[in-house]
């Protein structure tokens, strides 16, 4: 009995030397009213008031993954995906920054957009949907769904967005200008200027 109590007794003298570690604490919410404020100073101008670009050469930011914008602004930050104008403005925008302007952006409503080249739709329905299987080319909506609502996380929201901008991102995918998808970059890489434009009219008229 002895042996025991003494054995009890180094146990509970022992144990407080044994750290006691605290969760890590949760990540911060989005503060979307701040996400606000930063894309009213920084990004309106050139993306729209509400994230949905007048300008077809700038893309429409409205309803887009958050993670996805997150990822794209520190890329433009880091210089993996080059463009001196984007380069300057994520420069200025902390991580919290563009978590905020992400989520913001996230929770606003896109805006329907449309096909313009009858001609040409038909062939960017089929390459989207169904890939171009002789020249080992995957179809879009594999990736982008075939609504190009995309997937969280993973892939971007294209329903909608100005062909002009598509054709310019998939064009530098193609050529090497923009190199922060290898995967994107192998897929634009077999694909002529009739084809990407194709694509590009098709998913400006999705929904």
């Not at 919290?96 to 929770?107: R, T």
């Not at 313009?116 to 038909?122: G, H, T, W």
């Not at 923009?178 to 098709?202: F, H, T, W």
């Amino acid at each position: 009995m002895k042996l025991l109590a003494s054995l009890l007794t180094a146990a509970v003298l022992v144990a407080p030397a044994f750290p006691v570690f605290a969760a890590d604490p949760a990540p911060a919410k989005p503060d979307l009213v701040k996400g606000e404020a930063s894309y009213s100073a920084v990004c309106a101008a050139c993306h729209g008031v509400d994230g949905n670009s007048s300008v077809v050469t700038q893309p429409s930011l409205a309803q887009q993954h958050p993670e996805y914008l997150v990822k794209q602004l520190q890329e433009f930050k880091s210089g993996k995906r080059a463009d001196p104008i984007m380069a300057g403005m994520a420069a200025i925008l902390s991580d919290e920054d563009m978590k905020n302007v992400s989520y913001w952006l996230a929770s606003q409503k896109a805006k329907p957009g449309a096909a313009k080249d009858k001609e040409l739709v038909s062939l960017g329905e089929r390459i989207y949907r169904g890939g171009l299987q002789d020249r080992h080319i995957a179809a879009c909506a594999g990736c982008h769904s075939p609504n190009g609502a995309g997937i969280p996380a993973q892939y971007p929201r294209l329903s909608g967005q100005h062909a002009d901008y598509t054709v310019t991102q998939l064009v530098a995918f193609r050529d090497g200008k923009r190199a922060n998808s290898a995967q994107m970059a192998g897929v634009a890489a077999k694909m002529s200027d009739r084809e990407i434009k194709a694509v590009a009219d098709y998913i400006a008229g999705l929904r």
